[in-house]
């Protein structure tokens, strides 16, 4: 009998403290030391803060409990500096002037992976604009720099919409799949669905679509897109 009460003590503390987030920061960059950074999660129509820290001497604490993993955003005041993921585990955030980085568990070490491979497209992105302007510059024929340029530029859009799309589908079953078709849609002008967006919708499965966010921003777009259509 001891034994199985042994047993269930283990399996009770194991379950309570499987639930329990520890997000343990650095940061280099002095101007942060007293700031008051905060863990926010959307909350209907608003963000909803779930906890926060001061930041001290270049570093901060933060830790408690989920009742579900969520795709959440680091903020300093009303700033939003990084999404991340709350759930189970020790999360550590690293904060310099390079970037900031979110690593330390399974969700979270993957969307760090993913955002390193987004950076670096950008990087390409900015050195084919650098490119344009040092070729005109240099005298070279208009057209044949746009026609170049315009090459590197499709390109580059297509790596970039492959890697977002692999990405989102690869995670339609966790919330780094709806929080990053969001994150990376929300930044239009007005809600749409470009072909690769449909293309996402498509395949989705349904968990992925009764997320209430993504649900209601495909609602949207789509009305937007009949109105567009029928627009004389």
């Given amino acids: 009998m001891y034994k199985l009460y042994f047993f269930l003590f283990c399996a009770v503390l194991f379950a309570s403290c499987s639930k329990k987030y520890k997000i343990e920061g650095i940061s280099s960059v002095s101007l942060l030391d007293g700031k008051m950074l905060f863990i926010k999660v959307p909350a209907g129509d608003h963000w ?7 930041v001290i001497h270049g570093l901060f604490k933060m830790k408690g409990e989920v009742d579900s993993t969520v795709f959440a955003s680091l903020y300093m005041d009303d700033e939003c500096i990084m999404p991340l993921v709350i759930e189970p585990g020790n999360i550590r955030i690293s904060i310099d002037n390079a970037g900031i980085t979110i690593k330390g568990t399974p969700l979270n070490d993957s969307f760090n992976d993913f955002i390193l491979k987004k950076n670096s497209l950008d990087d390409r992105a900015y ?3 650098h490119e344009e302007s040092r070729m ?9 720099v746009h026609n170049e340029i315009g090459k590197k530029r499709a390109a580059l859009a297509d790596e970039m919409n492959n890697l977002a799309k692999e990405f989102i589908q690869q995670n339609y079953d966790n919330v780094l799949g709806p929080g990053v078709f969001l994150m990376l849609f929300n930044g239009m ?3 749409m669905l470009t072909p690769m967006m449909e293309e ?3 395949k989705a499965p349904e968990s992925f679509m009764n997320d209430p966010l993504v649900k209601e921003y495909v609602a949207v777009a789509r ?6 259509n029928h627009h004389p």
Avoid: C, F, W
């Fill in 48 to 54: 909803e803060n779930i906890d926060s820290a001061e």
């Fill in 127 to 129: 050195d084919v604009e």
């Fill in 136 to 144: 005109i510059m240099d005298g070279h024929d208009l057209a044949t």
């Fill in 189 to 191: 002008p007005y809600p």
């Fill in 200 to 202: 996402i919708v498509s």
């Fill in 223 to 228: 009305s937007n897109m009949e109105k567009m």
